[in-house]
C-alpha cells in the first residue's frame, strides 16, 4: 500500500515537473516569437523597408492628413505660378515670332549694309568650296564616323528635346531665364529654319557635294536641298537665342562651338558646302539675335545686355574671308 502511493506520489510530481518543463518551453518560444528586439531572421530583411515606409507616411502624409487646406492652398499657388508662367511663354513665343516674320519691315540701313556684307561673305567663302570638299572626303575615319553621329542631330531632331527641356525647366522650377530660352529658341528656329531656309533652298536648287556635280550646279525648283545649311540654320538659330540670353562668356563659346561642330559635321557627310554652312550659321544667328533683343526691349524676355561671344564675318586685306567668333572676357569693375 505504502509503496502504491510512494509511486503514485512519485508519478504525480513527474507530471508536475513536466508541465512546469512545458511551460518554461512554451513562454520561452513565445518570447522568441513575439519579441520586437530579436525578431526571426526569415523577418529581418523586410523590417527596413516596412520601417522607412512607416517613417515616410508618418512625415509626409500626417501633415496633408493634418492640414489639408493649407496644402490644398500651397498646390493651388505653385499651379497658379506654373500656368501664368506658361501663358507667358505663350506670349513670349507669339510676339517673337510675329517680330521675326515682320521684323523686314523695319530694316534700317545698317541692317540690309550688314545682311549684303554677309551674303558677299557667303560669295567669297564658295571659292573654298570644292577645296574643302575634296578635304573632307579625304580624311574619313571610324572616329571622325563616331562623332559625327553624336553632333549632327544637334541640329534637328536633337534640337527639339534641348528647346522643351529649356522651356519645362523654366514653367516647372520658374526659372524666366531658362523658359525665355525655350519660347525664343522655338520662335527663332521655326523662322530661321522652318520658313527662311527653305524658302531660299526651294529657289536655289543646289545639288550636294556627294551628288559629285560641280559646286556651282542649281536647278531651281528641282528639289535639290544644299543651300543653305537647315541643320547648321536650326543649331545657330538656338545657339544664338542661348548666347544672347545667359551672360556667362563660357555658356556663349559652348553654344556657338556646339553649332559650329554641327556645320562641320554636315560637311563630313558630304550633305553641304562650305558657303551652305556659313549661310545657315549667318541665317539662324541673325534671327536669333533679333528675337532676343526684341524681347528684351519689349520686356517680355530677359535679354542679356553684354553678350561677351560674338559671330561675325571676317574680311582680310589679301582677299580672304571667313568668320571669326570674337570673345569679350568681362572684368571686374571694383
Not at 65 to 78: E, K, L, M
Not at 151 to 179: N, Q
Not at 294 to 316: D, F, I, Y
Request: aromatic letters at 6%.
Amino acid at each position: 500500500m505504502r509503496e502504491r502511493q510512494a509511486r503514485a506520489e512519485d508519478h504525480r510530481s513527474r507530471r508536475e515537473s513536466q508541465a512546469a518543463g512545458l511551460q518554461q518551453v512554451y513562454i520561452g518560444t513565445t518570447m522568441t516569437l513575439e519579441s520586437p528586439c530579436n525578431p526571426p531572421r526569415s523577418m529581418r530583411p523586410h523590417l527596413f523597408p516596412a520601417g522607412l515606409l512607416f517613417a515616410w507616411i508618418m512625415v509626409f502624409m500626417t501633415p496633408v492628413i493634418a492640414t489639408p487646406q493649407a496644402v490644398d492652398s500651397t498646390v493651388a499657388a505653385a499651379r497658379s505660378v506654373r500656368v501664368t508662367r506658361l501663358q507667358n511663354e505663350s506670349n513670349l513665343f507669339r510676339k517673337s515670332f510675329s517680330y521675326g516674320v515682320t521684323s523686314p519691315k523695319g530694316w534700317t540701313v545698317e541692317t540690309a549694309t550688314r545682311i549684303a556684307g554677309a551674303g558677299a561673305l557667303v560669295i567669297v567663302l564658295s571659292s573654298q568650296d570644292d577645296a574643302l570638299r575634296d578635304v573632307m572626303s579625304r580624311n574619313q575615319s571610324s572616329t571622325l564616323d563616331a562623332v559625327e553621329s553624336v553632333v549632327e542631330p544637334l541640329g534637328m531632331k536633337a534640337s527639339f528635346p534641348i528647346i522643351g527641356g529649356f522651356l519645362l525647366t523654366g514653367v516647372i522650377f520658374d526659372e524666366p531665364r531658362a523658359a525665355a530660352v525655350g519660347a525664343e529658341a522655338l520662335a527663332s528656329s521655326l523662322i530661321a529654319a522652318g520658313i527662311i531656309t527653305p524658302t531660299i533652298k526651294l529657289v536655289v536648287g543646289r545639288a550636294r557635294p556627294r551628288a559629285d556635280h560641280e559646286p556651282y550646279t542649281f536647278d531651281p525648283f528641282s528639289g535639290a536641298q544644299s543651300f543653305p545649311s537647315g541643320h547648321t540654320t536650326q543649331a545657330f538659330a538656338i545657339a544664338s537665342v542661348i548666347a544672347g540670353e545667359y551672360d556667362s562668356p563660357w555658356i556663349q563659346v559652348s553654344a556657338y562651338g556646339l553649332a559650329s561642330l554641327v556645320g562641320i559635321a554636315r560637311m563630313y557627310m558630304g550633305a553641304h558646302f562650305i558657303s551652305d554652312v556659313a549661310a545657315g550659321a549667318m541665317i539662324g544667328t541673325t534671327v536669333g539675335t533679333a528675337i532676343v533683343r526684341h524681347a528684351g526691349r519689349s520686356g517680355t524676355g530677359e535679354g542679356s545686355a553684354n553678350q561677351h561671344v560674338r559671330l561675325e564675318p571676317l574680311l582680310t586685306r589679301n582677299g580672304g574671308a571667313g568668320v571669326q567668333l570674337r570673345i569679350r572676357i568681362p572684368q571686374d569693375t571694383q
